[in-house]
């Protein structure tokens, strides 16, 4: 088992979204208590973001995108950095400044 924790500001995005996609994303951090690298996939450094230690996972028809990253050495966490849109790379650069603060 895996323990899910927050960026504050993850927790923020979270609570800023629609109820539809809310419920979606409920979904996933539930199943990433089981097995995280499952329903995520692998990032890349692209367009100057260093998020290669970081994983995605599609949401809303994927136009939302939840940033993780998993600590799997010591104590399996799963830990979610940015849920937001992918227009614009938008959750992409929330993440990186968040991680490069």
Do not use: C, W
């Not at 979270?14 to 109820?19: A, D, E, G, T, Y």
């Not at 290669?52 to 799963?78: G, H, M, P, S």
């Amino acid at each position: 088992m895996y323990k899910v924790q927050y960026l504050n500001e993850a927790r923020q995005d979270i609570l800023n979204l629609p109820k539809q996609i809310l419920r979606e994303v409920k979904q996933y951090l539930l199943k990433y208590e089981q097995n995280p690298f499952k329903y995520s996939q692998s990032l890349e450094d692209k367009h100057g973001l260093n998020l290669a230690a970081y994983r995605k996972t599609y949401i809303a028809n994927a136009t939302y995108r939840i940033i993780i990253k998993i600590e799997n050495d010591v104590l399996k966490i799963v830990e979610v950095v940015a849920v937001g849109e992918r227009k614009d790379l938008e959750v992409y650069k929330m993440a990186h400044e968040r991680i490069n603060k």
